[in-house]
């Protein structure tokens, strides 16, 4: 392939590289590396090991992570569809290692489709505290959604946003924030051709202008002593080391946290800072000038990883904290934080949902403005006869869909919110229509009835192309005897839920949804 690399782009990394140069043009004839991070919302490491046949072998940054070989089409096995891993390149997984996430944490992913990142960050989470995960494309937020829901996420909230329109809402609100910021993808070249061949010089300043708002607008969003994790596909100084420097510049009360040069990974370059600095910074107005010698100094705990030197393709990463001046100011704040404002005003139901949950002969409703009363009573009463042990306290209602947000968020009048929290289903005239997210969060302990398929029979891929199924009733498992048999089953695979059908007369009806099946 390095003979369709761009001419620029060669000239750009020979200065940049020196002895090094020949050792990494010479990765880009050899074969590319596939990895995917197994689901631990869904299982455990060990489980999925013992379940799967792939050969798999260890990603030594990431702990869920693994290398696969690619003729083993991970993608075309019903374990995708039950959501137990993603498929994501290696060296991709290693920002969200860095941000150290853990559960109860306030966490923004702010740049977010299609998902990946926001998926792994949800695991480490663990089903607590909130995750925010936006992206400002439509197009692709219908990715990012799909792969939140296909990954069972309780606790996420999906936004398609301006990043600018986000700070009013979330000033000081997160913990932890990941920038895996939009540039000009050089470290992709291998991965995507057609990349390369579209790849233009002035990408490096278009993309720079974007970075640099992006970590303004995350600094606001950063609660005292929260951490920055800013990261690209690029090999450019301009974009990496440099946009580092200035942002440490003009935010003193942020430092590196320096990440340790293991696995491959190499230290960030000081004097790359001063390499191309100078010449973007005649062409940018508001950059920083100059920068001192500790800040430079500084970009030295940022990482690097090389195709040449790991088993992944070109990434950096910076890892950024903010300091607390006052250990009781960030006390207070922390306590103020953990405060549960009132979230989308006049379409909160939880004292509805508290009154009645479980209370025979109660219709619990809730009042939309610009609409008639809603009742939820459908909602509950699914639930009862279907589902067990899972319990909502923050019921939000867009028109007729019903979603569980997660507690603690902010009034978000005015935010293009596209899914507010788990979505639950549809209230329809005298019932309730559970969603497939709703399936995709349960487990097959959740449910009253289930119908268990395995991976190694033919019956599985027919469900999940949509078929309807014969399935003897002796198939269909029910928590208590006394259940009957009719109504909604949760659809398992190997143990492992992957939608809804309902069962009638030796029948199960698929509701496997459209977009999602098998082709």
Not at 243 to 257: C, G, N, S, T
Not at 327 to 348: G, H, M, R
Not at 480 to 508: E, F, H
């Amino acid at each position: 392939m390095g003979s369709q690399l761009p001419e620029a782009f060669l000239t750009k990394m020979e200065r940049m590289l020196g002895e090094q140069y020949s050792a990494f043009l010479a990765s880009y004839e050899d074969t590319r590396w596939y990895g995917l991070r197994i689901n631990t919302l869904k299982c455990s490491v060990e489980q999925f090991l013992s379940l799967s046949e792939l050969d798999l072998k260890p990603i030594p940054w990431t702990p869920t992570g693994f290398y696969y070989r690619e003729e083993d089409r991970p993608g075309k096995h019903p374990h995708y569809h039950a959501g137990l891993y993603y498929i994501q390149e290696p060296s991709a997984m290693a920002p969200v290692e860095l941000l150290d996430v853990h559960p109860g944490e306030r966490v923004l992913d702010l740049c977010a489709a299609p998902g990946g990142k926001s998926t792994q960050i949800a695991a480490k989470l663990e089903g607590q505290g909130v995750l925010v995960t936006n992206d400002i494309h439509s197009d692709r937020v219908k990715a990012l959604v799909k792969n939140i829901e296909l990954s069972g996420v309780r606790n996420a909230v999906v936004l398609n946003e301006q990043p600018e329109k986000l700070q009013r809402p979330f000033e000081g609100y997160f913990d932890k924030i990941l920038i895996d910021a939009p540039c000009s993808g050089e470290g992709m070249f291998r991965k995507e051709e057609d990349m390369a061949k579209a790849w233009q010089p002035d990408w490096v300043k278009k993309y720079a202008e974007m970075q640099r708002e992006l970590l303004r607008q995350a600094a606001v969003m950063l609660r005292s002593g929260g951490r920055i994790v800013y990261s690209t596909c690029t090999f450019s100084p301009e974009e990496n080391e440099a946009m580092i420097a200035e942002f440490l510049q003009a935010h003193p009360r942020f430092k590196v946290l320096a990440v340790s040069p293991e696995h491959g990974f190499r230290s960030g370059e000081p004097a790359w800072v001063d390499l191309d600095m100078a010449s973007y910074n005649k062409e940018t107005e508001g950059a920083v000038s100059s920068v001192s010698e500790s800040t430079k100094q500084a970009v030295e705990g940022t990482v690097r990883l090389w195709p040449h030197l790991l088993h992944g393709e070109g990434h950096f990463a910076a890892v950024l904290e903010c300091s607390s001046d006052d250990e009781n100011q960030l006390l207070e704040e922390k306590q103020c934080l953990q405060e549960t404002p009132e979230p989308f005003e006049a379409v909160k139901a939880r004292k509805q949902a508290k009154r009645s949950h479980g209370t025979e002969g109660s219709r619990p409703s809730v009042k939309v403005k610009g609409q008639p009363v809603i009742d939820l009573q459908w909602l509950y009463q699914f639930m009862e006869e279907n589902t067990l042990d899972i319990a909502f306290s923050n019921i939000i209602l867009h028109g007729d869909h019903v979603y569980a947000a997660p507690e603690g968020l902010p009034d978000l009048n005015g935010i293009r919110v596209i899914r507010p929290g788990w979505y639950l289903g549809c209230l329809r005239k005298q019932r309730f229509e559970p969603s497939h997210a709703l399936a995709m969060g349960m487990r097959a302990s959740d449910a009253v009835r289930m119908v268990s398929l395995s991976s190694a029979d033919a019956i599985a891929i027919r469900y999940l192309k949509g078929e309807t199924l014969e399935i003897a009733e002796e198939r269909v498992i029910r928590s208590r005897s006394a259940i009957p048999l009719k109504g909604y089953c949760l659809v398992c695979i190997d143990g492992y839920p992957v939608g809804w059908g309902k069962w009638l007369d030796g029948m199960l009806k698929n509701e496997y949804p459209a977009g999602w099946r098998w082709t």
